[in-house]
């Protein structure tokens, strides 16, 4: 059973940078791709971004494009949320997610298997 463990969250200003972590239990899993979700009170579950752990391709959600980075660490299994010029808009629970679908499936909440906890990011002055 892979497990996922967020890290990193807390209460920034406007147009400051906070660095989200999530460590993977197990790698030799059938996880193909590892993703980051935020839920705001309210709202639906919403894709953020992605990678392909096998060889680190990413994919960005239009809004968050060009601010937030994706990343991973293939030796010590964890991969990372950099997020940079951050706006209240961010604020959510972010949720890391393992999963071990096809690439289509990969930018919906349901085509994951693997949940974290969640950390919680607020973005306020």
């Known amino acids: 059973q892979v497990q996922l463990v967020e890290s990193g969250g807390g209460l920034v200003r406007p147009g400051e940078s906070l660095r989200l972590s999530c460590a993977v239990s197990?790698?030799?899993?059938?996880?193909?791709?590892l993703g980051w979700f935020r839920q705001a009170p309210e709202k639906e579950r919403e894709f953020v971004a992605a990678?392909?752990?096998?060889?680190?391709?990413?994919y960005y959600s239009d809004s968050v494009k060009g601010r937030f980075t994706i990343s991973r660490d293939k030796v010590k299994n964890i991969m990372y949320l950099q997020m940079a010029t951050l706006e209240p808009e961010d604020t959510a629970t972010y949720y890391c997610a393992g999963s071990r679908s096809i690439l289509s499936a990969i930018f919906q909440a349901s085509g994951y298997k693997y949940w974290g906890q969640g950390t919680q990011v607020t973005v306020s002055s």
């Open positions: 197990e790698r030799n899993s059938d996880v193909r791709f």
């Open positions: 990678l392909r752990w096998s060889d680190g391709h990413t």
